[in-house]
C-alpha cells in the first residue's frame, strides 16, 4: 500500500503563487507516475499536472502550461506543484495522486483519473479575485 498526504494550500489572492507538496509513504518502491488533479466546487475532477518516475516525461493541462510546474524528489518521496499567477478559476481541492502500473507512456495513462491507483485526501487551494 502506499499513503499519499498533501500540504501547502491555502487561500491566496489573484496573481499569487502557492506551494503544494505531496509526500508518499509505504510501498514507494512501487511508485510510478504522479500527478496533481484537482476539484472545484460543483465540478468533476480534473487533471492538472503529471510526472514520470525518472522526471523525464512531464504533462500539463493547458489551463495551467506557463504557470504551474510539477516537480518530483524520489530520494525524498515528493512530488511538489509550484502554482504560479494563480487565477479564482484555480479554486479547488487539489489531489496527489500515484500510479503503481507500469505503462506505456501517452496523454491518455499520464492524465486519465481511471489510471491512478493511489490518491491523497486533496487540499484546499482558494484564490480569490
Known amino acids: 500500500q502506499v499513503q499519499l498526504v498533501e500540504s501547502g494550500g491555502g487561500s491566496v489572492q489573484a496573481g499569487g503563487s502557492l506551494r503544494l507538496t505531496c509526500a508518499a509513504s509505504?510501498?514507494?518502491?512501487?511508485?510510478?507516475?504522479m500527478a496533481w488533479f484537482r476539484q472545484a466546487p460543483g465540478k468533476e475532477r480534473d487533471f492538472v499536472a503529471s510526472?514520470?518516475?525518472?522526471?523525464?516525461?512531464?504533462d500539463y493541462a493547458d489551463s495551467v502550461k506557463g504557470r504551474f510546474t510539477i516537480s518530483r524528489d524520489n530520494a525524498k518521496n515528493t512530488v511538489d506543484l509550484q502554482m504560479n499567477t494563480l487565477k479564482p478559476d484555480d479554486t479547488a481541492v487539489y489531489y496527489c495522486?500515484?500510479?503503481?502500473?507500469?505503462?506505456?507512456?501517452?496523454?491518455?495513462?499520464?492524465?486519465?483519473?481511471?489510471?491512478?491507483?493511489?490518491w491523497g485526501q486533496g487540499t484546499q487551494v482558494t484564490v480569490s479575485s
Open positions: 495522486a500515484a500510479q503503481s502500473t507500469p505503462r506505456t507512456y501517452s496523454s491518455t495513462s499520464s492524465s486519465k483519473e481511471s489510471y491512478f491507483n493511489y
Open positions: 509505504g510501498r514507494t518502491f512501487s511508485i510510478f507516475r
Open positions: 510526472v514520470s518516475r525518472s522526471g523525464e516525461r512531464i
